[in-house]
């Protein structure tokens, strides 16, 4: 992954399998945003392959990865909702771009992303009038409008007060379990990838590629490079090796 000259990551190769919530974690400036992008088809990689179901992404016609790109939800961090739309429209927009499917059908299908995230009822609100946590959730719904395969999440507790976020993961937990989607997490969170991360990788910002893979609260006890074990233990207790050697 590049920007012109400057390598953002490099030798970056993972697998994601289907149903599966996977996070892509590491600190600032490491490359995860980057990573996303290039997932969702908002940019083609410096070197390399991305596949879905054995398909070369960026190697398809225009038109193939179009198609492709409609089985895919994303969560953008701020939400992106329309602020001039109420949020039943905000959800409406990719059913009637992408479907032919009457009005009243739109609406029904509306009702239930609606009432997926617990926001029913709401889709008269506008969203300057519902708090952030609603907000995210009403993203959330019209991520799912189209019944994506894959749903893409970037820094979806961003924002959020410690409540809010934690019933945005027990959502997403649940929409995953319940639909069988797959879920791409960015984060940085640490009680977001500890309580509903199933695999992981974790992009190195100095060594600019991978540095530790799999289960995040298998790494945050076993990984063998500190920079990993130093993120997925922050706020623990020194044990008491640590804390003799403190003045």
Not at 56 to 61: E, H, V
Not at 151 to 175: C, Q, T, V, Y
Not at 193 to 200: D, K
Not at 225 to 231: K, L, S, Y
Request: charged share 25%.
């Amino acid at each position: 992954m590049a920007y012109d000259h400057f390598v953002i990551q490099r030798d970056i190769n993972f697998e994601v399998r289907r149903g599966e919530i996977f996070i892509v974690m590491g600190g600032s400036g490491c490359g995860k945003s980057t990573l996303l992008r290039h997932l969702i088809g908002l940019k083609s990689p410096a070197g390399g392959r991305v596949f879905f179901d054995d398909k070369d992404l960026w190697a398809l016609p225009a038109r193939e990865r179009d198609t492709m790109l409609l089985k895919m939800g994303i969560l953008y961090q701020s939400g992106a909702l329309w602020s001039s739309m109420t949020l039943a429209e905000n959800i409406a927009l990719p059913l009637t771009a992408h479907t032919r499917l009457k009005p009243a059908e739109i609406g029904d299908l509306v009702a239930l992303k609606l009432s997926l995230v617990g926001l029913a009822g709401f889709g008269d609100y506008y969203p300057e009038e519902i708090s952030g946590g609603m907000q995210k959730r009403a993203a959330l719904a019209r991520a799912l409008a189209l019944d994506p395969e894959i749903l893409f999440f970037d820094e979806p507790s961003a924002g959020l007060d410690p409540i809010s976020a934690r019933r945005l993961d027990e959502l997403i937990l649940h929409l995953s379990e319940s639909l069988g989607c797959t879920a791409i997490i960015v984060t940085h969170d640490l009680a977001s990838i500890l309580e509903i991360g199933g695999n992981s990788i974790f992009l190195d910002a100095e060594s600019k590629t991978i540095v530790a893979r799999g289960p995040p609260l298998w790494l945050r006890d076993h990984a063998e490079h500190p920079t990993v074990r130093d993120f997925l233990k922050r706020g623990q207790p020194l044990d008491a090796s640590q804390s003799s050697n403190r003045p």
